[in-house]
């Protein structure tokens, strides 16, 4: 068969079912959808079934979803769009279709005629449609009026009075790339919103890092909503540059954005139904009164500083990652990095190059992967120039990553890293004949996996690497800290490391640490841990929950909700939190089908 034949016959295929699917759904025949299913099959559904981000696998799951929300939801119109691909024996393909209260849009992949994988996703609220394209506002007010107020007067009235005599609808506490994207949507979307950053400016967060950071994730993976970077943005963005960027980005989508503040104290008044949320603005003490509270404060949450017998006896200085300045002051100096993830090879790497003595101590093993071999490899077929090349923009790229369930993901993304272990053969024998520890996760599934399930134990290698191999940044492998002397540290092996500094790059806690630092330890634990997904590996205990735990979605605290992740993430995952805040705000129901039940404090 031709490939314009296997095209037509996929296309026809695709049909039958949406239009088999869309009339049984319509007679809320629950049996006749079960049978449009293969016996493995997962349904990903972000808000327009369910109001929630929740995978059902399996008929049984699918058919109890359907029978708590089939009703409410009242789905219609399913419709292919563009035509259908076979790959192999699997037939994908895009398509439309509405709700109730929304248009959805969708992905598919058929098996032999039946379902294996479908996604379904809110796209916009039918009766509150984004102002754009042929919604966009007019700007001008042609005619004469003798009360006109100017856009600059209308901005300046807003700043003054919203969190003053007008209340946010929505706070958002933390205000780096995640908390100002998911500003942007919530501002297009008429929500009231005030995002609090403690730093001075918008992009500090950046800015106050050390000095060597670049973005690891390349351009195409990494836009922020509505406005991409342009086409002459660099691969790979440096820090102070993505910070310009966020400052600029925050002034052009005239965000609510209160720099030099801080959230002192957050509870929830149940009989008023809001936050009181305490603010210190510019030495100000304000108590703001929100129906909705978004912590923003990063994927990830408090520093992980592990306690030492000895430290405080230590002459020299002990910092954590996110708390070096840089290589500038260290030239000859004695330095030891405690972890081998990103920021490990990263701030090892800048003081090598400034001539200080660097030796890296790897307690446990690492995911290692070429920055070149992971765009190629793994990110190629969705985000870079080929794929711009061939319509693939980052937003529909972001729904196929979507469309792969968690369940299933290490099988997609395992060719791709037993290809690059091929590829680097000679690099990872270097790097292991150095005797640095190396794993590909516990499954042999790559970064996306260990990233996704415990957000740390990997490196994107820009060249550190290197480095370890040939003992320019020396390793100690396979071994933990017994002590710290007043200059020097003594090994779990007996031997002894001379020091004038330490670095502890030994990442952060779950996100809920900034829950039980602003609200409550009860909170905290009432919500449960952020991020991970149940796959019962290393740093993710079970169950297995088939969403990120927490993440951009109800939680068992009302009104209250986290936002974080990578730019992508950050990117995408913010369309359907706002529209599940704006949902709110307009008094639309919002019935919750599968709410997360806690099984893990932190």
Not at 114 to 137: A, G, Y
Not at 303 to 319: I, M, R, T
């Amino acid at each position: 068969m031709s490939e314009t034949q296997a095209q037509q016959t996929a296309t026809a295929t695709v049909q039958g079912w949406l239009s088999d699917f869309d009339q049984a759904l319509q007679a809320q025949d629950i049996q006749g959808v079960l049978a449009l299913f293969n016996d493995e099959c997962y349904w990903r559904d972000f808000l327009t079934f369910t109001w929630n981000l929740k995978t059902c696998e399996g008929k049984d799951a699918i058919q109890a979803m359907l029978n708590a929300t089939l009703e409410n939801a009242r789905p219609s119109n399913w419709q292919l769009e563009g035509e259908a691909t076979q790959n192999g024996d699997v037939a994908e393909a895009w398509f439309i279709f509405e709700t109730a209260v929304a248009s959805g849009k969708g992905y598919l992949r058929l098996k032999e005629g039946k379902c294996w994988t479908l996604l379904t996703t809110m796209q916009s609220l039918h009766d509150f449609p984004e102002p754009r394209n042929h919604h966009r506002p007019k700007g001008a007010e042609h005619g004469a009026n003798k009360q006109r107020e100017t856009w600059l007067e209308a901005r300046e009235r807003e700043e003054a009075e919203l969190g003053y005599t007008q209340q946010p609808y929505c706070v958002i506490i933390g205000g780096g790339q995640g908390g100002i994207g998911l500003g942007a949507r919530l501002k297009q979307m008429g929500v009231p919103t005030i995002i609090i950053e403690r730093n001075e400016r918008a992009g500090d967060s950046w800015r106050n890092r050390y000095k060597s950071l670049c973005l690891h994730d390349p351009v195409w993976y990494d836009h922020l909503p509505y406005i991409p970077f342009p086409d002459n943005w660099p691969v790979f963005a440096p820090k102070d540059k993505v910070g310009d960027w966020l400052e600029m980005y925050t002034k052009v989508m005239e965000l609510n954005y209160w720099s030099s503040t801080e959230c002192q104290n957050a509870h929830f008044d149940e009989a008023a139904g809001e936050w009181v949320v305490n603010v210190k603005r510019n030495g100000e003490s304000i108590t703001l009164r929100p129906k909705q509270l978004v912590m923003a404060t990063g994927m990830s949450g408090m520093p992980n500083v592990p306690q030492f017998p000895g430290a405080e006896s230590f002459a020299g200085e002990q910092q954590h990652s996110s708390q070096h300045p840089g290589p500038d002051a260290y030239a000859g100096k004695k330095c030891v990095i405690v972890g081998s993830n990103n920021s490990a090879h990263d701030i090892a790497a800048a003081l090598w190059e400034h001539d200080a003595d660097v030796t890296m101590l790897q307690r446990s093993s690492t995911h290692i992967v070429k920055s070149d071999s992971l765009m190629e490899e793994v990110l190629g077929p969705l985000y870079s120039e080929e794929a711009v090349a061939s319509g693939l923009t980052h937003d529909k790229a972001d729904l196929i990553f979507a469309s792969i369930p968690y369940k299933v993901l290490p099988d997609f993304q395992r060719p791709a890293f037993e290809a690059i272990k091929q590829r680097d053969a000679a690099f990872y024998q270097k790097l292991e004949d150095a005797g640095f520890l190396l794993d590909f996760g516990d499954d042999d599934s790559g970064l996306f996996l260990k990233y996704l399930r415990r957000g740390s134990g990997y490196y994107i290698d820009v060249g550190a690497c290197d480095l370890v191999a040939s003992g320019d940044i020396k390793l100690r492998s396979g071994v933990g800290i017994e002590r710290i002397n007043p200059h020097s540290i003594t090994l779990t092996d007996g031997s002894e490391l001379e020091a004038d500094l330490i670095v502890y790059a030994t990442g952060y806690g779950s996100m809920n640490g900034w829950a039980a630092r602003l609200i409550s330890q009860e909170v905290a634990d009432k919500v449960g841990k952020c991020w991970g997904l149940g796959s019962d590996t290393t740093k993710d205990p079970g169950p297995w929950e088939g969403e990120l735990r927490n993440m951009w979605k109800p939680t068992q605290q009302e009104a209250l909700w986290f936002h974080g992740g990578n730019l992508h993430q950050s990117r995408h995952y913010s369309h359907y939190l706002a529209l599940q805040l704006k949902a709110r705000m307009e008094g639309l129901e919002t019935p919750v089908y599968g709410l997360q039940p806690v099984h893990h404090t932190s």
